[in-house]
């Protein structure tokens, strides 16, 4: 098994730019959830990452697939991203990482580092930042 794999959804690939920030410093792979590939959660350490959508939702692809692929976060580890815009929607900023957060917790996953949210529609000279730190704490775990 592969140790880390990072598996995202975006729609208008701010979340995918992301995640391949995240996946070039953790020297991981990265897997694109709308793809359906199998290989995909088959990794020690899964990083999970999905925009906000509506009001609080999940990114389509995540929307169509989490509970199909949730079972298969039992037993690993696993840190969650989100891209959100905390201006115009401040109450549900970044909502849907928390939700995967709440299903990898109920699927038997042990969370790594905090659930990382950012928001690159207002404050994307600081998401260099954030992500590097954020990486640090999640390769300390
Ligand atoms: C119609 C619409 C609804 C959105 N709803 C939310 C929301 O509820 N919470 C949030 O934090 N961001 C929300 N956003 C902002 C997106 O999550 C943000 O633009 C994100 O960077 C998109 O990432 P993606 O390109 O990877 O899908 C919304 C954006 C649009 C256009």
Redesign the pocket.
Same mark, same amino acid.
């Given at each position: 098994m592969d140790k880390i794999h990072v598996v995202f959804g975006?729609?208008? !690939?701010?979340?995918?730019s992301v995640a391949a920030k995240i996946a070039s410093a953790l020297g991981a792979a990265t897997f694109n959830i709308a793809a359906d590939d199998p290989a995909a959660f088959d990794a020690e350490l899964l990083v999970l990452g999905s925009?906000?959508?509506?009001? !609080?939702?999940l990114?389509d692809d995540w929307a169509s697939r989490l509970d199909q692929v949730k079972g298969s976060f039992a037993g690993k580890k696993v840190a969650v991203f989100g891209? !959100?815009?905390?201006v !115009?929607?401040a109450d549900?900023?970044?909502?849907a990482a928390d939700t995967i957060a709440n299903a990898a917790k109920e699927a038997g996953a042990t969370l790594v580092g905090d659930v990382l949210k950012l928001d690159?529609?207002n404050e994307a000279a600081q998401t260099d930042a954030k992500v590097a730190a954020w990486v640090n704490a999640i390769k300390g775990a």
């Open positions: 975006s729609t208008t !690939g701010t979340t995918e925009s906000t959508w509506g009001i !609080g939702d990114q891209l !959100g815009d905390s !115009g929607f549900s900023f970044c909502v690159d529609t």
